[in-house]
């Protein structure tokens, strides 16, 4: 099975590759939590009739505020 790019909704940086159910990874240039779900499986049975993977992804800019202490 070919492995999926997974890349970031904001500025299209590719985080990595591989096959997922969920995942959640922020983005090193622009600092977005990207989420990513399967939102239908393929078949589990090889004999069953295909169907199309959709992939969901929402992308959430992280806040840059610190929080200042004392």
Known sequence: MKMQD???GSCSRKLGEGEFISLTIKC????T?????????EPVCPSASPIGVSIEQTHHPVDRRQTSYG
Do not use: A, F, H
């Open 6 to 8: 997974i890349r970031c």
């Open 28 to 31: 090193p240039r622009c600092k």
């Open 33 to 41: 939590m990207n989420t990513l779900r399967v939102t239908r499986s």
